[in-house]
């Protein structure tokens, strides 16, 4: 998922751990809802066999929710004003359904199989909220072709944009101890950390920039030749040092997999291979990833999953 979705911070601990905001009762025709089934392609598997398959439905209204939000924000030609206001307007729609209410026709294919999960699990309505701020902060950035000016700032967007969707898994799992929240923090920020080295290519001609400027200037990378798409040898070591970092911040969070159960842990391991595998495609580019997006093939899934058999 090509979440802006997707860093530990004690104020997502708060709205994760806190209790959830109340919700009536759902109307009957929402709990028969139905999530629309996973079309985009994705790196990391969303919602696959390995799901338990009691929780699949619930991550696939999670996911639809997500995925729609981040299409407004990211998808097609709009205006910038006008995707803030879809943004609101997709908000409104999730504080009707959070306070068991209609939404409105445009969404109901989304608020209504999330409306019923809401109602069933008891869901933290401020995570959900979290990704939409997120996701108008790049409608923003995007309009102003601003970057970020170092990692703590990139990570306090992570921290809306990638963390809530693992906190929300961890809900539905029935896990909320504070190292499991850490961890998986730790695993959600490394995903949206790959996700922005493995898309530059994409990304910047976009006027999406998610290199921080005080790694550019560490490196002496020059912002015309990154414009540019040029692979330098400061662009390389730029880029090899933030793949690092992703790197390292996703080891923190790996062990996470043996606290999950039966298929949950094996499904995580999947996804933190997959986050890896990347890692090692955009470091064999060497920079190269400036100009060529790397992608899993089959052969990628076999070594994952011969390496998620060893974690």
Same mark, same amino acid.
């Given at each position: ?15 994760? +751990? ?19 089934? *996973?079309?985009?392609?994705? =790196? ?21 929710? $997500? @995925? ?34 209609? !939404? #409105? ?18 869901? !933290?309505? !401020? ?14 950035? +995007?309009?102003?072709?601003?970057? /970020? ?7 306090? /967007?992570?921290?809306?944009?990638? =963390?809530?969707?693992? @906190?929300?898994?961890?809900?539905? /799992? ?7 929240? @850490?961890?998986?923090? $730790? ?7 790959? =996700? ?5 290519? *994409?990304?910047?001609?976009?006027? &999406? ?22 692979? +330098?040898?400061? =662009? ?12 390292? +911040?996703?080891? #923190?969070?790996?062990?996470? *997999? ?36 790397? &992608? ?6 076999? *070594? ?8």
């Amino acid at each position: 998922m090509n979440d802006r979705s997707p860093p530990p911070q004690p104020e997502v601990a708060s709205a994760a +751990t806190s209790a959830p905001q109340p919700l009536q009762t759902a109307p009957h025709h929402a709990s028969a809802a139905l999530a629309a089934p *996973v079309t985009h392609y994705e =790196n990391f598997p969303v919602a696959s066999v390995l799901c338990p398959p009691h929780l699949r439905q619930p991550i696939a209204a999670i996911y639809g929710f $997500a @995925r729609t939000a981040d299409d407004i924000a990211d998808e097609g030609d709009a205006l910038a004003e006008d995707r803030l206001a879809d943004l609101a307007a997709y908000h409104a729609d999730l504080m009707a359904v959070a306070q068991g209410q209609p !939404p #409105s026709p445009r969404w109901a294919s989304v608020f209504l199989p999330l409306q019923a999960v809401l109602h069933s699990h008891q869901l !933290p309505v !401020p995570l959900l909220e979290d990704l939409l701020s997120a996701f108008a902060q790049d409608v923003e950035k +995007t309009r102003d072709a601003e970057g /970020y000016a170092d990692r703590a700032e990139l990570l306090d /967007y992570c921290r809306r944009s990638a =963390n809530p969707v693992g @906190r929300l898994l961890l809900h539905l /799992y029935g896990v909320g101890d504070a190292q499991a929240l @850490r961890q998986s923090d $730790a695993i959600c920020t490394a995903l949206q950390l790959i =996700n922005f080295w493995q898309d530059l290519s *994409v990304d910047i001609p976009r006027h &999406r920039h998610y290199l921080p400027r005080a790694d550019c200037a560490v490196h002496g990378a020059c912002q015309a030749e990154l414009l540019a798409l040029q692979s +330098t040898r400061e =662009n390389a070591r730029l880029i090899a040092d933030c793949a690092d970092w992703a790197r390292t +911040t996703m080891y #923190s969070g790996a062990p996470l *997999v043996h606290g999950l159960p039966g298929r949950a842990g094996w499904e995580l391991r999947l996804v933190v291979q997959g986050g890896l595998r990347i890692l090692d495609k955009v470091e064999a580019l060497k920079g190269g990833s400036l100009h060529t997006r790397p &992608r899993l093939h089959a052969w990628d899934w076999v *070594v994952m999953l011969g390496r998620a058999l060893v974690m």
